[in-house]
T-cell receptor, first 114, second 117 residues
C-alpha cells in the first residue's frame, strides 16, 4: 500500500513570510497530487493540485511543485496571512483496479503570527 | 444545498450502543468516501464506493464497522457495539465522474463528531 509522510508537523511563520510543506509518497504509480486545507470544525477543502505531467503549478500566493523521480511534492505559500492558519494535508491518489484511493498525510499545522 | 451533507453533526452515545451516520453526496457524484479523523490526527481511509461497483472496504478497522450506499445517493456508516476508541469525527466526501477519476477533487462534508462514553 501507499505510504505518505508529511513534514513538518507544525510550522510557525511571521505574517508575510513564506511557508513550505513537503509530502513524500511511496507508490510510483500515483498520478494526482492535491493539497487540502482544513479549518477548525470543517472538512478539508482542496486548495491546489498537480498532475504527473507537470512539475509546477501556481495559483496566486499558492504553488505546488512535483518531483516524480524523488516521489515528493511540496506546497509553497508566499506572503502568508493570518487566514492561512489551518491544518494542511497532502493526499496523493493511488489507483488500483480502476478505483481511486486518496491516502492523506498526517497533516501540518500552520500558524501565521501577526 | 449544493454541498455534501452529513448527519448528525454531533452524536454522544454509550459504550456498546450502535450508531448510524448519514452522508448525502453532491448530486451526480459517483464516488463516495468515508474517512475517520481522531482528535489532532490525519484522515484515515475507511471505505470507498464507485457507482455500482463493489465497494473498497479495505480501510474498515473491524467487523463492527459497515457501510451501505444505494446507487449513487445516500450512504450510511454503521458502527455496532461502539467502543471508546471509536470516538472521532467521521468525514464523508464525494467526487464527480470522469476519465481517470474525473477532476480528482474530493468535496467533503463537515463531518459527524462521535463521542463514545
Amino acid at each position: 500500500g501507499e505510504n505518505v509522510e508529511q513534514h513538518p508537523s507544525t510550522l510557525s511563520v511571521q505574517e508575510g513570510d513564506s511557508a513550505v510543506i513537503k509530502c513524500t509518497y511511496s507508490d510510483s504509480a500515483s498520478n494526482y497530487f492535491p493539497w487540502y486545507k482544513q479549518e477548525l470544525g470543517k472538512g478539508p477543502q482542496l486548495i491546489i493540485d498537480i498532475r504527473s505531467n507537470v512539475g509546477e503549478k501556481k495559483d496566486q500566493r499558492i504553488a505546488v511543485t512535483l518531483n516524480k523521480t524523488a516521489k515528493h511534492f511540496s506546497l509553497h505559500i508566499t506572503e502568508t496571512q493570518p487566514e492561512d492558519s489551518a491544518v494542511y494535508f497532502c493526499a496523493p491518489r493511488w489507483t488500483t483496479s480502476g478505483t481511486y484511493k486518496y491516502i492523506f498525510g498526517t497533516g501540518t499545522r500552520l500558524k501565521v503570527l501577526a | 444545498g449544493a454541498g455534501v451533507s452529513q448527519s448528525p453533526s454531533n452524536k454522544v452515545t454509550e459504550k456498546g450502543k450502535d450508531v448510524e451516520l448519514r452522508c448525502d453526496p453532491i448530486s451526480g457524484h459517483t464516488a463516495l468516501y468515508w474517512y475517520r479523523q481522531r482528535l489532532g490526527q490525519g484522515l484515515e481511509f475507511l471505505i470507498y464506493f464507485q457507482g455500482n461497483s463493489a465497494p473498497d472496504k479495505s480501510g474498515l478497522p473491524s467487523d463492527r464497522f459497515s457501510a451501505e450506499r444505494t446507487g449513487e445517493s445516500v450512504s450510511t456508516l454503521t458502527i455496532q457495539r461502539t467502543q471508546q476508541e471509536d470516538s472521532a469525527v467521521y468525514l464523508c466526501a464525494s467526487s464527480p465522474p470522469g476519465l481517470a477519476g474525473g477532476t480528482g477533487e474530493l468535496f467533503f462534508g463537515e463531518g459527524s463528531r462521535l463521542t463514545v462514553l
